[in-house]
């Protein structure tokens, strides 16, 4: 991949936010790095070994999943170009992979060293700030999802996940950015338990939905089902 194709690409990286082009030429001009091919089906990343770079993807589609012993597993996220992954476990004590992460497509994937990545944060305050910017964002969709999370009921856990989204998008009318199987899997319920438990609050009234999009028909009785 020349230069000028892979700045395009990172100008929509969070990374290099609000940096010109030239800018980011002459960043990663300056800062050694490594791009890989990954196979549809090859894994970048395996769960518990060492994470000591940044990395970024550059085309193709990743999943992100967590495997158990007796031989499930369950999709946290996917990855697409622009995506980084990585940034906040290499400058942590315990850096290590903490789900698989496997190429669903044919994938190219940047990766920036931990001694790499602090030169360029020196260099360039625009990368810094994008680096924080980016941290502080993961850790308050991790303190909203723990928020989700703590609720006991299943009722109770898609209400709270159904009311973040009430609030971020200001509108009844609900875009789920997520699949059924996924949604289920962020809640940490089976997914027919998943689809009966709302099927039900659809039979009182409470919400109606059709494939991604929910509507709250009673703000109320969905609060309720917090308590």
Do not use: W
Not at 179 to 206: C, F, Q, V
């Amino acid at each position: 991949m020349q230069n000028d194709e892979l700045v395009k690409i990172l100008e929509n990286v969070g990374i290099f936010k609000d940096m010109k082009a030239d800018c980011i030429m002459t960043s990663i001009e300056t800062t050694r790095y490594t791009v890989k091919k990954y196979k549809k089906q090859e894994i970048v990343g395996i769960e518990g070994d060492p994470c000591q770079c940044v990395a970024v993807v550059l085309s193709g589609n990743l999943e992100v999943r967590k495997e158990f012993p007796a031989g499930h597993a369950t999709t946290l996220t996917h990855l697409e170009a622009g995506d980084t992954f990585g940034e906040v476990i290499v400058f942590s004590s315990e850096n290590k992979y903490p789900a698989t992460i496997e190429a669903l497509t044919d994938s190219e994937v940047l990766f920036i060293n931990i001694e790499e990545m602090m030169d360029l944060m020196e260099r360039c305050y625009m990368v810094t700030k994008n680096f924080l910017s980016i941290l502080s964002n993961k850790i308050l969709v991790l303190n909203r999802k723990t928020s989700i999370l703590s609720h006991k009921t299943i009722d109770g856990k898609i209400a709270a996940f159904l009311m973040d989204l009430y609030k971020r998008q200001k509108t009844v009318t609900l875009m789920v950015p997520m699949t059924r199987k996924e949604m289920a899997a962020y809640l940490n319920i089976p997914r027919p338990s998943l689809s009966r438990s709302m099927a039900e609050m659809k039979e009182r009234g409470i919400i109606d939905y059709y494939q991604n999009t929910v509507k709250i028909t009673d703000l109320e009785k969905l609060e309720d089902c917090l308590f």
